[in-house]
């Protein structure tokens, strides 16, 4: 296994493939297993990076996760990028990690050629939003497939990676609000926004709304919302969505 060095922690990655790199990035409460059925189909014509953010899966545990965290957890990413000696890679973050992906295209545009934000909450933390992740994260203790699911992605201590996870969420909404340190308005790389209609953490309507006002901030990228498909978008839409990606990803403007 491999582990780069975070603020005097171990933080844990992977690759596999080969090619133009592509780096895959989870959402809260889970780690880079959820992607390892859809990896392996980008694997056969990229180099897949995956990792754990700090406190989640096979990566070191902290007492107390960032306030700021997808801004912190852009910087994890950052620094493995540029360790490895990276540019112009191409990403796919979904839902909390969608939210990372714009911030390290932000922050460091020289390391991104493409991205892709999939099923994620905007540009702001929504209070109704922040209250009903809470409630669904603590309905979900007691429910034995989603038990079996955050065990899956973080081990044995999986309760204690998702009550740090939920209260960096609900501190981030009460003292910071913003996703992200600069204007969306400076976004350079092409982007590709994603999600579903069905998606049970949203009002009806939300991407529809959403998007529209990112992409007009941007001033550029595109936008899919998927008819069906549960939270997040990208594995519930799988096939479509992996051809959808690659096609963006190889399409070159003339």
Known sequence: MAYFNYQSHKVFYHEIGAGTPLLMLHGNTASSVMFREIAAKYAQDYRVI?????GCGKSDRV??????????????????????????????????????????????PDLVSKLIADSFEGEYA???????????????????GAKMFYEMMNGSDWEAVIEADTQAVISH?????NFFHKSLSELRPDILLTG???DSLFPTGFYDEMFAQILRKVGHGQQHIFEHGSHPAMLSNQDEFVAMSKAFFEFKAK
């Open 50 to 54: 995956l990792m754990d953010f700090l």
């Open 63 to 108: 007492q107390c996760w960032a306030e700021d965290l997808w801004y912190d957890e852009a910087v994890q990413a950052i620094c493995l990028l540029d360790e490895k000696g990276y540019q112009k890679v191409n990403i796919i973050g979904s839902s909390g990690g969608a939210l990372v992906a714009l911030n390290i295209a932000l922050e460091r």
């Open 126 to 144: 929504n209070p109704a939003i922040t209250e009903n992740i809470r409630a669904e994260r603590e309905a979900s203790k007691q429910n034995a």
């Open 173 to 177: 909404a009460k003292h910071l609000g």
């Open 196 to 198: 579903s209609q069905e």
